[in-house]
């Protein structure tokens, strides 16, 4: 750490702890202590022993929390800036547009933000997110710490997720009528279209392989196009968020879902997934994980890789995303040429068996109870 102050003269310097160190006992929080009196910036220890949690989202919580603590400094002023965390923001330039209406500018962390920018988290206006499991831990932080409201909402993706989340932040800015007049304006632009692209879809069945928050929240925004989810796997489930509550996409879905599919927890490997997808034979398979798209192609199943967090970002997102939908099982030339030309390293005895065959029996009690 001598060594990286010496070469770069970095505003801030991050030990993150691998599963190695933790076994060992490394005290990270003393070295970083140590050097915080002889080096001129924030030392910063993420806690992030892979073995130390079942669930591998909680990486996110030890990034947030090495904010938190060694970071964000206690407000100054309070601004007009909105904290949107998310992962890549390629929807900047429509979320400015967007929060404009209501005289407010959106801070995307935490790419390409700098360490002044962190530290001034506290001075937001609001918090909000467009990933549950990514969000909840720097958005609880912070308005526990410093009082900055964090928006608990669906996230913006489809129809009601992205009213959800916009009424949610009206409701902490204060801009309740400013919100709502918007969402008027843009249901008259863009509703209609839908509505006529949604009949070229009905009927269609799918199954879904995300992790949680993305899962959820794809799911419902894909049933508001007259899809019938068949299956959703999701990567990974955290039944109580931060605030002590199960997660609010999921929640819905339970509460809201038109039909009941079936739902597993940490089938994520190619041979549970391609099971699930030889049994459910659905029409289209989304995934947020490239790989496993092109698997389900080579079963002929054509899919779509959700990789980008704004592919379904609010009203003209979901226009975009049913276009794309029906692009790809309309056109399944790539995908028939595929599957008819790629022999399966999977045999018919596996496709027969559930995707738990190879767990133990005592652990499959385990779980049941």
């Known amino acids: 750490m001598r060594e990286t102050w010496s070469r770069y003269k970095p505003s801030a310097i991050f030990i993150g702890a691998s599963c190695v160190s933790g076994i060992i006992g490394e005290d990270l929080e003393s070295t970083a202590a140590e050097l915080m009196e002889e080096l001129p910036v924030p030392v910063a220890p993420v806690h992030c022993e892979g073995f130390k949690t079942k669930i591998w989202a909680s990486g996110f919580d030890g990034a947030y929390h090495a904010i938190l603590t060694h970071i964000v400094k206690p407000p100054q002023k309070k601004t007009n800036t909105v904290n949107v965390i998310n992962f890549f923001g390629s929807a900047r330039k429509q979320i400015t547009e967007i929060f404009a209406n209501f005289g407010v500018e959106p801070l995307f962390l935490t790419s390409n933000t700098t360490i ?9 206006a609001a918090t909000i997110s467009t990933c ?5 831990y720097l958005g ?23 009213e959800s989340w916009l009424r949610g932040l009206g409701e902490a800015l204060g801009k309740e009528a400013e919100v ?7 249901r008259s632009i ?3 279209w839908i509505d006529a692209i949604r009949a070229k879809l009905k009927g269609l069945r799918a199954v ?3 992790g949680p928050g993305f899962n959820f929240n794809t799911s419902r925004a894909i049933q508001e196009l007259g899809i019938e989810i068949a ?19 999921f929640t819905y879905q339970v509460e809201h879902s038109p039909t009941d599919y079936s739902l597993s927890v940490n089938d994520l490997q190619n041979h549970e997934l391609l099971n699930i997808l030889q049994r459910e034979k659905p029409d289209i398979f989304f995934s947020r994980h490239a790989g496993s798209t092109v698997w389900a192609m080579k079963l002929g199943i054509p899919a779509i890789c ?9 009203y003209r997102g979901l226009l975009n995303f049913a276009s794309s939908i029906h692009d790809v099982v309309t056109n399944r030339s790539f995908t028939d040429n595929l599957a008819g030309r790629v022999r399966l390293p999977y045999t018919d005895w596996w496709f027969r068996q559930r995707t738990d065959h190879f767990y133990s029996k005592e652990n499959v009690d385990d779980e049941n109870n």
């Open 116 to 124: 002044d920018q962190l530290s001034r988290l506290g001075e937001a």
């Open 132 to 136: 549950g499991t990514l969000g909840t």
């Open 140 to 162: 609880a932080g912070l308005e526990e710490k410093y009082g900055v409201p964090y928006v608990k909402s669906l996230q913006p993706h489809g129809i009601a997720g992205f």
């Open 180 to 186: 709502e007049a918007f969402l008027d304006k843009e």
């Open 190 to 192: 863009y509703l209609p």
């Open 208 to 210: 879904v392989g995300m």
């Open 231 to 249: 299956h959703a796997a999701a990567w990974h489930f955290d039944k109580q968020y931060d605030d002590g509550k199960a997660p609010d996409a």
């Open 306 to 314: 959700v990789y980008d967090e704004y592919a379904i970002f609010g």
